[in-house]
């Protein structure tokens, strides 16, 4: 079984920072791809950014948010500044992962942690 644990989310002013963790957990053989998703109240849960080794943002936080990872400890971060009220939202670890119960990638999510933008 494998678990993604995410911790770091709050609240924060608009232009402010914040730094949200995941740590992937269990009986893991390999990770591929890991990232962060989010999803505001009515919308769909959309990709934020991603890394293989090669990193992939969305459109809206290219320049603000940064995503890192250490391979060795099966965590990944994402580094989010100027942030604006619009990055509100339930943000999701996700990581595609080879356990030693399967032969193949299975995507896991995390319970996700709220990041709200607010004065």
């Known amino acids: 079984q494998v678990q993604l644990v995410e911790s770091g989310g709050g609240l924060v002013q608009p232009g402010g920072s914040l730094n949200v963790s995941c740590e992937a957990s269990?009986?893991?053989?390999?990770?591929?791809?890991m990232g962060w998703y989010r999803q505001a109240p009515g919308n769909k849960r959309d990709m934020v950014a991603t890394t293989s080794g090669v990193t992939n943002y969305a459109d809206s936080v290219k320049g603000r948010f940064t995503i890192s990872r250490d391979n060795a400890k099966n965590k990944v971060w994402l580094q989010m500044n100027l942030l604006k009220p619009e990055d509100t939202a339930v943000y999701y670890c996700n990581a595609d992962v080879r356990s030693h119960a399967t032969m193949w990638f299975m995507t896991y999510w995390g319970q996700g942690t709220q990041v709200t933008v607010s004065s």
């Open positions: 269990g009986s893991i053989v390999s990770i591929a791809t």
